[in-house]
């Protein structure tokens, strides 16, 4: 390692954090969870869904993540970063809103699925700002997002296209591409609130959320095939829900942690850094 990755390590706080972070988002995935709990693999399931029924869970999930980014990012309080997260809070919301949407299919999915993404959205941009980051930052709503990414592959990934920095690094390139366009855009708009037009701004959250949702309607439609095991019901859909929230507040918990630390050493010294610690917990 370089001199920058031998500081990470010779800051004991800074690399007990780093662990941390390697052993959250290193943890079983939302598939093998849920699976747990309904006792079966889901991958058999959710291939047994009809094409009408996987198409429009993917409409609804796109459709659920947009709004979610829109009202979660602008109700948060923003003024204070470093601010205590509140984790219960959020796994209590998503508990009630699943047992609402319990196995009622399409039509409640289309209902419930809004709710519990955009409180999924609030816990993750709760955990950013307990980090220390700005949620009026444009880097730090894109952050937000690509939580939502760290929860399953689409079935269109290349088989390289694993771990955590590979599945960050579809935004990378998504957003060089943009960045582009919003050169010479310095007017302070409305929308997101980005420090940028309404319409970049609408154009940048729909080319990410694209992306997200091929990952992020996998582990929906594994939810709903999940709910739709004989005798799961309301029960199962407060657990999967909690389950849900309590999955993506560790990923969120362990993004921000490596992305606060990339601040201070540099990307590729944590990144080199990671990829050492999580070779380590394999081995």
Known sequence: MNELSLRVQDHPQDMADLQRAVALLEAPTLTARMANVVGAPLEFAVRKLPNAVSSRIQSVTEAALYKAAQAALLTMDRTQPGKRASPRLHKLAAAASGAVG???????????????????????????????????DFATRQACLEVFALGGNSGKDDASETGYYMTRGFTTELMRHFSAELAGSAVKGHGLGLGIGPKEAGKWLAKIVEKVVARFGVVVSEKFAAQAVPVIGAVAGATLNTMFVSYYQDMARGHFIVRRLEKTYGFEPVRLAYQSLAGHMQG
Request: glycine residues 12%.
């Open 102 to 136: 319990g196995a009622g299919g399409l039509m409640t999915l289309a209902i419930e699925l809004p709710l519990s993404t955009t409180i999924i959205m609030r816990a993750v941009a709760d955990i950013a700002r307990s980090e220390g980051f700005d949620l009026n």
